[in-house]
T-cell receptor
Framework: GAGVSQTPSNKVTEKGKYVELRCDPI?????LYWYRQSLGQGPEFLIY????????DSGLPNDRFFAVRPEGSVSTLKIQRTERGDSAVYLC???????????????FGPGTRLLVL | QQQVKQSPQSLIVQKGGIPIINCAYENTAFDYFPWYQQFPGKGPALLIA?????SEKKEGRFTISFNKSAKQFSLHIMDSQPGDSATYFCAASRGRRGGSEKLVFGKGTKLTVNP
């Protein structure tokens, strides 16, 4: 079946602009995660959704970053007043989200490469 | 504060060699330790994962060794091939029992396997 998809694959914007990044998780996955990967670094957690609600948003760097998942499927990461330091690859991952004590595999999308000029 | 420290930063081996990548963690609440493989322009893909109740896990040519007392774990790639050339990330999580499932990643190791 289809994996996690992210659009756009690349986004170039100017400092101060607003951007939206979209994630389509694997069908049936109720857990969705956003990570940010800077050049030469490992992914860093931003936010985790279980269904429609943000269960953990402790990784969002500041209030310019916001994410939604209104119907419990597609998610959008929104960045206001972009800064050059926001340039990175934004990765989305999803997992089954079943209740219980078992850590589930997170499946990653290819990412959106954001460049802020 | 880097919760998962990974070394080396880069590694070059000959085909057939056994590259070893090491990771150390600080948070004793972590109970799930996956390794991800990432090719250029792609997202990370799960390679193998281990829980602290076992000291070793093998899947094909990939082996994780885990030392709970030292809070260290490592990835060994047996009979490495040029197709294994990629960046490898270790990660850790508190799993489903301790709260959110967010993964904490190391900084990555760029592996090159020469023919």
């Amino acid at each position: 079946g289809a994996g996690v998809s992210q659009t756009p694959s690349n986004k170039v914007t100017e400092k101060g602009k607003y951007v939206e990044l979209r994630c389509d998780p694997i069908s049936g996955h109720t857990a969705l995660y956003w990570y940010r990967q800077s050049l030469g670094q490992g992914p860093e957690f931003l936010i985790y959704f279980q269904g429609t609600g943000a269960a953990d948003d402790s990784g969002l760097p500041n209030d310019r970053f916001f994410a939604v998942r209104p119907e419990g499927s597609v998610s959008t990461l929104k960045i206001q007043r972009t800064e050059r330091g926001d340039s990175a690859v934004y990765l989305c991952a999803s997992s089954l989200g079943l209740a219980g004590g078992v850590q589930e595999t997170q499946y990653f999308g290819p990412g959106t490469r954001l460049l802020v000029l | 504060q880097q919760q998962v420290k990974q070394s080396p930063q880069s590694l070059i081996v000959q085909k057939g060699g056994i590259p070893i990548i090491n990771c150390a963690y600080e948070n004793t609440a972590f109970d799930y330790f996956p390794w991800y493989q990432q090719f250029p322009g792609k997202g990370p893909a799960l390679l193998i994962a281990i829980r602290p109740d076992v000291s070793e896990k093998k899947e094909g040519r990939f082996t994780i060794s885990f030392n709970k007392s030292a809070k260290q774990f490592s990835l060994h790639i047996m009979d490495s091939q040029p197709g294994d050339s990629a960046t490898y990330f270790c990660a850790a999580s508190r799993g489903r029992r301790g709260g959110s499932e967010k993964l904490v990643f190391g900084k990555g190791t760029k592996l090159t396997v020469n023919p």
